[in-house]
């Protein structure tokens, strides 16, 4: 029996994305990772999603495995992005910050409409989860490239949200998650991110969240009723609803 449930996560080697496969709340789901390492899913499109010409491959992908599809839902999380290069915009290697740039700012915008285009004749539910940040709204020096990624994917969503009927979309903020990324942030000097001793506080007090449950809050939004173009923080959600 085929499964009614198709899930994709990109990102999903490690971090939040490997901890939302882990814990994807429909037993039947087909889960597939867009990503270049792969991680603990069943299934792994290996994609380099800083790279336009995967991005094609991606949307290529959903039109094919979308064809007929007739089950109960489908859920596409992006969640990959970068943090690297950490520095002054002016400063650090040019090539990784147009890598960080084509990651964090233009995939998701580009990866989203193509799931929405692929899907758009489902009649089933419908779900687009865009990973986030407080750095969305927090201007961090030396995250310039991060920063006005999560800016671009929160007014992203806006748009699309008031856009679409048949498609949910939001965007969330998951908070300061113990990830390899966080330990980048803290291994920075802070000549070239100066707010880095907040961040190493934030692991010597015990105050990260674990990854898998900044996933069990991000799944929980599928089941919450929220307006297509939310963007919210998970740190604000009243748990008891």
Request: proline letters at 5%.
């Amino acid at each position: 029996m085929s499964s009614r449930t198709l899930v994709w996560i990109s990102g999903a080697s490690s971090g939040v994305g490997a901890a939302l496969a882990d814990a994807v709340p429909y037993p039947d789901a087909r889960v597939i990772d867009l990503s270049r390492r792969g991680g603990r899913t069943t299934e792994h499109l290996k994609v380099d999603l800083s790279d336009p010409a995967d991005w094609v491959r991606v949307e290529q992908h959903f039109v094919a495995e979308l064809a007929g599809f007739d089950g109960d839902r489908v859920v596409f999380i992006h969640n990959a992005g970068t943090i690297t290069p950490i520095g002054p915009a002016d400063a650090v290697d040019a090539s990784a910050y147009t890598r960080a740039v084509l990651l964090n700012s233009a995939a998701p915008q580009v990866l989203g409409s193509a799931f929405l285009r692929a899907s758009s004749q489902l009649s089933c539910e419908r779900h687009l989860v865009m990973l986030s940040s407080g750095a969305a709204k927090t201007a961090y020096a030396g995250w310039s490239s991060y920063n006005a990624g999560k800016a671009a994917v929160e007014q992203w969503v806006r748009t699309v949200g008031a856009e679409q009927s048949g498609c949910r979309v939001i965007a969330v903020a998951p908070g300061v998650v113990d990830t390899p990324m966080q330990s980048e942030i803290r291994a920075t000097p802070a000549t070239a991110f100066p707010a880095v001793a907040r961040f190493q506080a934030l692991k010597q007090t015990g105050a990260l969240v674990g990854p898998a449950v900044a996933a069990a809050g991000i799944w929980s939004l599928l089941d919450r009723e929220l307006e297509s173009g939310t963007c919210l923080d998970l740190r604000d959600l009243d748990p008891g609803r």
